[in-house]
């Protein structure tokens, strides 16, 4: 019987492919950190029309883990973990993605899709990640979360139901952009299906890109990493089928030539992701199954998502802005200070090195 984190990231790598196909944007079928600036232009906490849109893919990710997580038993209300602190991580992490132009899943379409300038993104998400595994094995953690009142894990499913009524309502304070990224979406009833299948699979699975090269990284640990390993077959098989492989550097869509930065931002990204416990997707699969913790970050990110265009803290074809660049900086040293502080908190509390290895 196939592991339910191969199953998640056949999935995640035939979704990706999917919807492109039906009208998504070329190698962006599934984007965590571009739908997060697409829905934070949406609510007009931007004014580009061109990223504004309520994506339903990430709708379906919060909603399926919420639903399959309460049909299991497993929708577990907990939070009270340095939460301010994940608030700003999340918020660095979706800059750091927009510097790249793409979150850990969209790094691995692109290299499915022949995109040579995302493998400066995938060195760098791994040298963040080790960094972290360093930090983790020096004795970083953040403090423990504890259980909370059933009523605070239903917030984050609540506003994904509510972002789900604006989308087929289209009322007036709801910016939908008619040209750009915001007009190339796949059917939405088709996207909504695609990211509940997705988000029921993560719940059961809880395949993070981050977290499995952590495991490995950590324990030699592979479940996790196999699953991030099949989104990755399975986009490239399915790509080339369908026409979407275009090996090169030169002219690939929604990329850029500035490889050192890009380097640096997915580094930032792979080191945050890892003092958070998952990047993107999978802080947005436990806000849906009650980890208040992660519902604070998915807010932290969709501010992000709001600033990256606001106060162009992102890239384009030509590279990232000097105030992306900035950001970026200021993120790792956020990053290196938290997990260097908390590190430092827990050897003089005397606490044991490392934590139990989990799939998050």
């Known amino acids: 019987m196939l592991d339910a984190s191969i199953v998640t990231g056949a999935l995640l790598g035939l979704g990706g492919v999917f ?13 965590v950190s571009c739908f997060v600036e697409n829905i934070a232009g949406a609510l007009q906490l931007h004014n580009d029309p061109r ?12 909603l399926g883990s919420f639903l399959v997580a309460v049909k299991t038993g497993r929708f577990r209300v907990r939070g009270g973990s340095s939460s301010i602190i994940r608030f700003f991580v999340g918020f660095f992490i979706i800059v750091g993605c927009a510097v790249f132009i793409g979150c850990p899943i969209k790094m691995i379409l692109r290299l499915a899709a022949g995109d040579l300038t995302a493998i400066a993104a995938t060195l760098g998400l791994i040298f963040g990640v080790w960094l972290g595994v360093r930090y983790i094995k020096g004795g970083f953690v953040l403090d423990q979360p504890r259980e909370l009142p059933r009523i605070n894990g239903f917030v984050i499913p609540l506003l994904a139901i509510i972002l789900l009524i604006f989308l087929l309502v289209d009322p007036v304070f709801i910016k939908t952009g008619q040209k750009g990224p915001a007009a190339w979406h796949a059917p939405v009833y088709v996207s909504l299906l695609v990211g509940l ?12 890109i981050t977290g499995g090269l952590r495991n490995f990284l950590l324990a030699a640990e592979k479940t996790l990493l196999t ?7 399975v986009a490239l098989i399915a790509g080339s089928l369908l026409g979407q ?28 992701s890892i003092l958070i416990d998952g990047c993107p997707f999978r802080q947005l699969i436990k806000a849906g199954e009650g980890d208040v913790d992660a519902g604070i970050t998915t807010l932290g990110m969709l501010l992000g998502g709001g600033f990256t265009y606001a106060w ?25 200070v938290i997990a260097m502080a908390f590190r430092k908190r827990i050897q003089e509390k005397k606490i044991p090195e490392g934590r139990e290895l989990v799939r998050e």
């Open 19 to 31: 919807l492109t196909y039906l009208g998504n944007p070329v190698n962006s079928g599934i984007c």
């Open 51 to 62: 990223m504004s849109y309520i994506r339903p893919e990430l709708i379906g990710f919060l």
């Open 197 to 208: 299948a997705i988000g029921v699979s993560a719940q059961r699975s809880g395949l993070c």
């Open 227 to 233: 699953g991030v390993l099949t989104a990755f077959l």
């Open 245 to 272: 492989f275009s090996w090169g550097m030169n002219a690939q869509p929604a990329s850029h030539l500035s490889h050192g930065w890009t380097f640096l931002a997915m580094t930032m990204v792979g080191l945050a």
């Open 312 to 336: 162009t803290l992102r890239s384009t074809s030509a590279g990232p802005t000097f105030e992306g660049k900035i950001v970026v900086l200021a993120g790792l040293v956020f990053s290196l």
